[in-house]
């Protein structure tokens, strides 16, 4: 089993930039990727960016451009780096890692980009 930290979430401006964490523990050998998933209310729960364990990434279109996934490996952490930030993109975000013979989602972190 995998266990998720979420942490960085907050208030930003429009324009902004704001670092989440997602820090991982339990077993993390089984790990195959890594993503950042989001909801916002009244909405469906959506992808935003997944890192793979060959090192490969993939964005959703709304993000490409502004958002950087990223890891470390000695502090088994998985970084979301969101640049540029928009008041479309408020919502609760959620790490989610999927390892050999499951999945696991962290708590969420709060993100409101507003005036």
């Known amino acids: 089993q995998v266990q998720l930290v979420e942490s960085g979430g907050g208030l930003v401006q429009p324009g902004g930039s704001l670092r989440l964490s997602c820090a991982a523990s339990?077993?993390?050998?089984?790990?195959?990727?890594m993503g950042w998933y989001r909801q916002a209310p009244g909405k469906q729960r959506e992808l935003v960016a997944r890192i793979f364990s060959g090192g490969s990434r993939n964005y959703a279109d709304s993000v490409k451009d502004r958002f950087s996934i990223s890891r470390d490996n000695a502090k088994n952490t998985v970084y979301l780096q969101m640049n540029s930030l928009k008041p479309e993109d408020t919502a609760v975000y959620y790490c989610?890692?999927?390892?050999?013979?499951?999945?696991?989602w962290g708590q969420g972190t709060q993100v409101t980009v507003s005036s």
């Open positions: 989610n890692a999927i390892f050999m013979g499951g999945s696991s």
């Open positions: 339990g077993s993390m050998v089984s790990i195959y990727n």
